[in-house]
């Protein structure tokens, strides 16, 4: 029998949370943003599934553009920092892939390799980012315009787009978000050119935020990033279930410690399970005791550290759970934004922090 630990990746699902974010869009115009190995769903498999409804593909760099092109993928593919080094341009024009143009220093290495090496006319288009308050990358908003002008001038330049990224859109009263958005329509307005401010919070939540190429990522997973529970975010699905299953139980008296360091100690006398994942499969080892665990569909507690391949749940005094039984740490019926309040930080580190030791399984074709 193999390690039973699995990832089940439902891409029905998947399809699903994109035709949610894509009915937030006026001009059914949404980006899928598949980077990170699609969020660790496993980017080919992802962006085939959505190949016929989504019109562009988002990436971080021109390395998983490539593996996206390589599988066949038809579809423009945004780069969502641009390139790292002038030595990517030419791979970039020749593949057609859309960079987003965050600093001085890309405009400016593009403009000199543009101007030394002529291509088509009209044949690149870019994103220009502007930094509306989150200041991690884009432009100032006094240093747009210029900008603009500058790649305007460009004759290999096609279609310009404008595009910011929000710091607090999950949070949904925050008026940082309501000031990032005025300083964007205000640069909008200016440039009469088409936009993309909306991450998967606003295609959720920020009306204002939904024109132009909206940009969603995590909502896909079937995890809403609100911080609030949410009409839209309670209709998204799973896309990823984890699953094991029980290799060991032991009853044990009050008073024994578990697993390394002995940070459970038994305060009754109970059933300890050991289920086979741990953090070499990414599970993640700051996971508080009595975090949720789904054994036989019903909720049980995380009980000790989880070690490497490994991890072990209380089952509970008089449980009747056998070795091979289901177990379900995030998914179909866990939320992984549960389990990941439980370990400090959020669906997206455990989504794409799955290893690839971790059999990932597809259904929903
Ligand atoms: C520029 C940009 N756009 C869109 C996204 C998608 O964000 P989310 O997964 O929150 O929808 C990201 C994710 O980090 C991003 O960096």
């Not at 562009?56 to 066949?72: H, N, S, W, Y």
């Given at each position: 029998m193999a390690r039973p630990l699995i990832a089940a990746i439902n891409l029905a699902a998947l399809r699903h949370n994109y035709q949610l974010a894509l009915g937030q869009s006026a001009t059914g115009t949404a980006v899928a943003v598949v980077k990170a190995d699609a969020y660790g769903h496993g980017a080919i498999p992802v962006a085939r599934t959505l190949s016929d409804l989504a019109?562009?593909?988002?990436?971080?760099?021109?390395?998983?553009?490539?593996?996206?092109?390589?599988?066949?993928?038809?579809q423009p593919i945004l780069l969502l920092e641009g390139f790292f080094e002038a030595e990517e341009i030419p791979q970039l024009l020749q593949q057609q892939y859309q960079p987003v143009l965050h600093s001085q220093w890309q405009i400016d290495q593009l403009t000199s390799h543009l101007q030394q090496h002529p291509v088509k006319p009209g044949s690149l288009n870019v994103w220009l980012k502007v930094d509306t308050g989150m200041h991690r990358l884009g432009l100032a908003p006094e240093a747009v315009t210029a900008a603009w002008q500058t790649l305007r001038q460009l004759p290999a330049i096609g279609e310009m787009t404008l595009v910011t990224h929000f710091a607090r859109a999950d949070e949904t009263n925050c008026p940082v978000t309501e000031q990032q958005i005025t300083r964007f329509q205000a640069l909008q307005q200016q440039l009469q050119c088409p936009a993309s401010l909306a991450n998967s919070a606003a295609t959720l939540h920020w009306q204002a935020a939904q024109q132009g190429w909206l940009r969603p990522g995590i909502m896909l997973y079937g995890a809403s990033p609100l911080v609030t529970g949410h009409p839209l975010g309670e209709q998204l699905q799973p896309v990823m279930t984890l699953e094991s299953r029980l290799i060991s139980v032991r009853d044990l008296p009050a008073g024994e410690a578990v697993g390394y360091g002995g940070r459970f100690v038994t305060s009754q006398a109970t059933r300890i399970g050991v289920i086979a994942c741990g953090y070499g499969d990414g599970y993640p080892r700051q996971a508080r005791d009595g975090t949720p665990i789904l054994v036989n569909g019903r909720r049980c507690s995380l009980a000790g550290r989880v070690s490497m391949d490994m991890m072990t749940v209380d089952l509970g005094p008089g449980s009747s759970d056998q070795p091979g039984d289901p177990v379900e740490l995030w998914g179909n019926n866990l939320s992984v934004n549960e389990v990941a309040d439980w370990c400090d930080t959020i669906s997206y580190t455990l989504l794409t922090g799955l290893l690839p030791r971790v059999r990932r399984i597809y259904s929903g074709e």
């Open positions: 019109p562009a593909f988002g990436v971080a760099c021109i390395e998983e553009a490539e593996q996206l092109r390589t599988a066949g993928i038809q």
